[in-house]
Nanobody
Framework: QVQLVASGGGFVQPGGSLRLSCAAS????????VGWFRQVPGKEREGVSC????????DHVDSVKGRFTISRDNAKNTVYLQMNSLKPEDAAVYYC????????????????????WGQGTQVTVSS
C-alpha cells in the first residue's frame, strides 16, 4: 500500500527554520519524483519544490529560491524540505506528493502530475 506521511510542521517566528519530512512506505521513493506543495484557505494549492527520481533535477518556485532546499535520504525512504529564513507568507499547510511515473528524471510543480499525497502538515510563521 502506497503511503506518504508528511511531518515537521509547526510554529516559527519570521527568519526561523523548519525541516519537513515526507516518509514513504509501500514503495521506494527514490524511483519517483516528489513534490512539495502548500495551500492556504481560499487559494489554490501551490507547487513549492520538487525533486526527480535519483535527484537528477530539483526545482523551486521563485518565492522560495535560496531559502528552501529539497533533498532525499534513501536509507530512510524520505524526502525533506529544509525551509530557512521563513516569512509570514510561507505559512500554509504543506503537502508532499509523488507521481506514478517510474524513474522520471524531471519533476513538475503542477499538482496534476502527482498521484499520491500525504496528509499535510501545518506551518505557521508569525511573530
Amino acid at each position: 500500500q502506497v503511503q506518504l506521511v508528511a511531518s515537521g510542521g509547526g510554529f516559527v517566528q519570521p527568519g526561523g527554520s523548519l525541516r519537513l519530512s515526507c516518509a514513504a512506505s509501500g514503495f521506494t521513493l527514490d524511483n519517483f519524483a516528489v513534490g512539495w506543495f502548500r495551500q492556504v484557505p481560499g487559494k489554490e494549492r501551490e507547487g513549492v519544490s520538487c525533486i526527480s527520481s535519483r535527484d537528477v533535477m530539483t526545482d523551486h518556485v521563485d518565492s522560495v529560491k535560496g531559502r528552501f532546499t529539497i533533498s532525499r535520504d534513501n536509507a530512510k525512504n524520505t524526502v525533506y524540505l529544509q525551509m530557512n529564513s521563513l516569512k509570514p507568507e510561507d505559512a500554509a499547510v504543506y503537502y508532499c506528493a509523488t507521481g506514478s511515473a517510474y524513474g522520471t528524471i524531471t519533476c513538475s510543480m503542477s499538482f496534476y502530475e502527482y498521484e499520491y499525497w500525504g496528509q499535510g502538515t501545518q506551518v505557521t510563521v508569525s511573530s
